[in-house]
């Protein structure tokens, strides 16, 4: 390496300040890059599971409760920024996941596959 450019590199060395606490906001900060995405990816499950829970394919829709009731949450643990995307409706699982006497109708698998590929 010639002796300017071990120099350049030196002098960029020593201009860089690692800040720890702005890296953290960039991180899990709630508008840092990585929580927009992981919101906008939100917004992208909340929206194929509401089709995915609109009639056939998927279940009969009556009332359009399950449907309406899809919605996500941001959140953060001690790692990293998080999403939770569901439905507090009662019967959800039972839709989802089907019974002994009824089909299952995924509205929320197939909307995290199709945002996991993307």
């Known amino acids: 390496m010639s002796a300017q450019l071990q120099a350049e590199v030196a ?3 020593r ?3 690692f800040n720890e606490a ?6 899990t900060g709630p508008t840092g ?3 927009k995405n992981v919101v906008r990816r939100a917004i992208r499950v909340e929206s194929s599971a ?3 829970a609109s009639g056939r394919p998927g279940p009969n829709v009556r009332t359009g409760r399950l449907r309406g009731s899809i919605t996500w949450r941001a959140g953060a ?3 990293s920024p998080y999403v ?3 439905t507090n409706v009662h019967y959800a699982p039972y839709v989802e996941l ?3 006497r009824a089909p299952a109708y995924p509205f929320l698998r197939p909307a995290l596959e199709a945002a996991r590929s993307t």
Do not use: C, N, W, Y
């Open 11 to 13: 002098a960029a060395i």
């Open 15 to 17: 201009t860089f300040k």
């Open 22 to 27: 702005e890296l953290q906001r960039l991180l």
């Open 33 to 35: 890059p990585v929580m």
């Open 50 to 52: 509401k089709q995915h």
């Open 77 to 79: 643990d001690g790692r």
């Open 84 to 86: 939770d995307v569901g």
């Open 98 to 100: 089907g019974t002994s």
